[in-house]
């Protein structure tokens, strides 16, 4: 990315990273083109916001026109990812769902009993994520709108079914149909091009089956590309498990915010990715805030207690900052 670009730009950055729905994506992406630097170590920059603000306005003017007849399949992002289901008819989507949070989706011994999306919060450790259980994907039926929700996740958990391994192939080619790829971590994935690339995990359902681990090892020798894990709905620590494999695959951190004299509040992270700074995480509380920010102590393991650091200070997992202003 180009140096040099200004607190008002990086502002808006943040912004359109937080957003939950179109309308303020597009309100992120004007500021950040009216703000960004104009010279030509940006125009490409430049020229990739003026696209992507062409495709909000298109996509807002069809979810307008759509609203009016009454439909939308819009679902706000919540928590700190948000994450998709997506398997075969009775992949089990729906009982994953239902395991991992305090959703209480329909569960059915026949196809497509999923008709609309269903979203639920998956508690890990200090921190939640959206986890969103989308009608099936097959060749013989798919509901249109359903590609739509999955190129606007965070992370795509991909269901394979242990007793049925042929089926993930069909879903595997729609999605590469639809122009979405697969990425190992959120360093990878790329979001705003027309082929959107995202982070994905495999997930090998009714592993209660799989008492030796075989059809698992299979499945790794069928996907080895793949980040993979088995899951079955009877394990008491499922949530954990994917919990822990998300927040590796998107590459977070957490980190503290505490006031002069204070102690931290370990129930309040700020949720990062890895490479982010302390004006990043200045950000995350308010632009105003960041902007004003002098400098900045910090308590953890590469440093000593209270180091002071300056604005470009590379945080680390479970830092606990004090901002200067």
Avoid at 107 to 136: K, W
Avoid at 295 to 314: H, K, L, P, S
């Amino acid at each position: 990315m180009t140096t040099n670009l200004s607190p008002g730009f990086l502002a808006a950055e943040v912004e359109f990273k937080k957003a939950n729905t179109d309308e303020e994506r597009l309100a992120a992406l004007e500021e950040m083109l009216s703000t960004i630097p104009k010279h030509k170590g940006t125009e490409k920059m430049c020229a990739d916001i003026k696209r992507r603000i062409s495709k909000l306005k298109e996509s807002i003017e069809e979810a307008r026109s759509s609203t009016k007849k009454g439909i939308s399949h819009h679902i706000p992002k919540d928590g700190v990812a948000q994450c998709v289901l997506v398997g075969a008819p009775n992949s089990g989507k729906s009982s994953l769902l239902n395991t991992l949070t305090a959703a209480n989706a329909s569960v059915g011994d026949f196809p497509f009993t999923t008709t609309r999306p269903q979203p639920g919060m998956m508690p890990f450790q200090n921190i939640s994520f959206q986890i969103i259980d989308l009608p099936a994907v097959s060749e013989e039926f798919m509901e249109p709108w359903v590609m739509n929700l999955v190129r606007v996740a965070d992370c795509i958990l991909l269901l394979a079914p242990l007793d049925d391994l042929d089926s993930l192939d069909p879903v595997i080619g729609l999605l590469k149909a639809s122009r979405i790829e697969f990425a190992h971590s959120f360093t990878e994935a790329d979001y705003h091009s027309p082929t959107v690339t995202i982070p994905v995990i495999v997930i090998g359902t009714k592993s209660d089956i799989d008492e030796s681990g075989d059809l698992f090892a299979f499945l790794r020798e069928l996907y080895p590309a793949y980040s993979a894990v088995p899951i079955s709905i009877l394990q008491p620590d499922a949530a954990e498990t994917i919990g822990s494999i998300l927040y590796k695959t998107l590459d977070f951190i957490r980190v503290y915010s505490k006031a002069p004299g204070k102690t931290h509040n370990p129930d309040q992270p700020i949720v990062l990715h890895h490479g982010a700074t302390v004006i990043d995480a200045a950000l995350e509380i308010h632009k105003d805030f960041a902007e004003n920010l002098k400098y900045a102590r910090v308590w953890g393991d590469r440093t000593f207690e209270g180091q002071r650091v300056q604005r470009d200070y590379t945080l680390s997992e479970g830092d606990i900052i004090e901002f200067k202003i």
